[in-house]
């Protein structure tokens, strides 16, 4: 197999499952070693840095809140300190929408909080702290969603929210970057089977008849994409964003 990104050391957050358990196969694949977070699954985390291992790679798990915006800057020192470095960084955890309307009554505050820290501020400030320390030529991706350009159905606001503003604040941070070399690009993931289900049987019916390719994707298609842009192959792409969503946004 062939291995563009040896020698090159990558992190990706919410490595213990889904989308970025395959995301760190992919690029351990390509010969990259991989450092993962996760902020509960432990023992998940531990199997899937077992996993990597036995590609032939090294790998590390760390526990972090992402939500947390003070801890970002420690993840980073932490990385380096293992790794000798950090040259890609996949900025993939983040939390599913609760499925409700912005009028419901249970639709609390504090989860809206949670969220968007989680899937914005907490992203924002491990990219700030990354960018510090990367190496020239890098390659940050961060994970959208296919509702943050086009929503589709009720429920889905919050959520559409934080994903919508990480492509924006992924196109200025490929202006600010670009002097190093560093590319800043997008991957619009669209339905997965992974843990993070949509809210019913309803809503998955109907997310799914609104695709050009009506089914779920394997999250390995989408980690494809992620790994490209994270190659050296992607050097001229930048501020971009690859739907890998079945044409959700077609
Ligand atoms: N699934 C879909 O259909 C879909 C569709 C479009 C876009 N996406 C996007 O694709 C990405 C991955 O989704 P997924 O379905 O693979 O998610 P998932 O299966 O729910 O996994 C979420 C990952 O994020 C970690 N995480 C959650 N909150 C965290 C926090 N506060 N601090 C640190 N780590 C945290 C989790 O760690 P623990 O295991 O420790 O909890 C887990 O590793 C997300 O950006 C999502 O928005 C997903």
């Known amino acids: ?25 992919a690029l351990a694949d390509s010969g990259a070693d991989v450092a993962i977070t996760y902020i509960s699954s432990a023992d998940k985390a531990a199997e899937v840095v077992k996993e990597l291992e036995g590609r032939g790679v090294q790998a590390t798990a760390f526990q972090m809140d992402q939500a947390d915006t003070a801890q970002a800057p420690q993840l980073i020192d932490d990385v380096v300190a293992r790794f000798g470095g950090l040259d890609i960084l996949v900025n993939n955890a983040a939390l599913g929408e609760s ?3 912005i009028d419901d009554p249970d639709a609390d505050v504090a989860a809206l909080d949670r969220m968007h820290a989680t899937n914005y501020t907490g992203v924002i400030a491990i990219i700030r702290a990354a960018a510090k320390a990367m190496r020239d030529n890098g390659r940050i991706v961060n994970i959208g969603s296919g ?76 980690a494809a994409a992620i ?7 992607a050097s001229y792409i930048t501020g971009a964003v690859l739907d890998s969503n079945g044409g959700y946004t077609a």
């Not at 604040?169 to 997008?186: C, E, Q």
């Not at 790994?227 to 192959?233: D, E, K, V």
């Open 1 to 25: 197999m062939s291995q563009p990104l040896q020698g090159k050391v990558a992190l990706v957050t919410g490595g213990s499952r889904g989308l970025g358990a395959a995301t760190a196969r």
């Open 99 to 101: 499925g409700r309307t």
């Open 147 to 222: 509702i943050g350009s086009r929503v589709g159905l009720p429920g889905f606001a919050d959520y559409a929210a934080t994903k919508a503003g990480l492509l924006g604040y992924t196109k200025g941070a490929a202006r600010d970057l670009a002097p190093r070399g560093i590319t800043v690009n997008m991957v619009q993931a669209g339905l997965m089977q992974t843990d993070m289900a949509p809210p019913s049987p309803e809503a998955l019916k109907a997310m799914v008849s609104n695709l050009s390719i009506q089914r779920l994707s394997d999250p390995a298609e989408t």
């Open 227 to 233: 790994t490209f842009l994270a190659s050296p192959a």
